[in-house]
């Protein structure tokens, strides 16, 4: 089994001004790599990049933002390429959702997970044998 981590939720590990989410997405990124079990794709490593050295309310700095990116790449990785292209497109066609999210899932599915944690689909939907999860749902309702 293996868990995808989208970029919403690595980013949060830099957001200081979500402290909860960085907890949470803290905790869930050590035990599921502990585990063995997380898994990202190079869709992911560049978007984190961008968005945590010019979209956070403090940006990081690019050496640690790079660093990062690198510490990162330690865990399983899976490579976007023309298959995966062509497969986002029929996916965000068929589950009217933003490319960008389906070349997400198809990503988790090609890497064999069974989860896949993000904040931009609806929690608790399967796609495909993916379920799709919301790791901050909690500190929603508080």
Known sequence: MRAFFDTNVLVYLFDRDAPDKQRVARTLLEREASAGRATLSTQVLQEFFVTVTRKLG????HDQAERAVRSLSDLSVVQVDTPLILAAIETSRRLRISFWDALIVGAALHS???????????????????????????????
């Open 112 to 142: 064999g997970s069974t989860v896949l944690y993000t904040e931009d689909l609806q929690h608790s939907q399967e796609i495909d044998g993916l379920t799709i999860s919301n790791p901050f749902v909690e500190l929603q309702t508080r």
């Open 58 to 61: 403090v940006p990081v700095e």
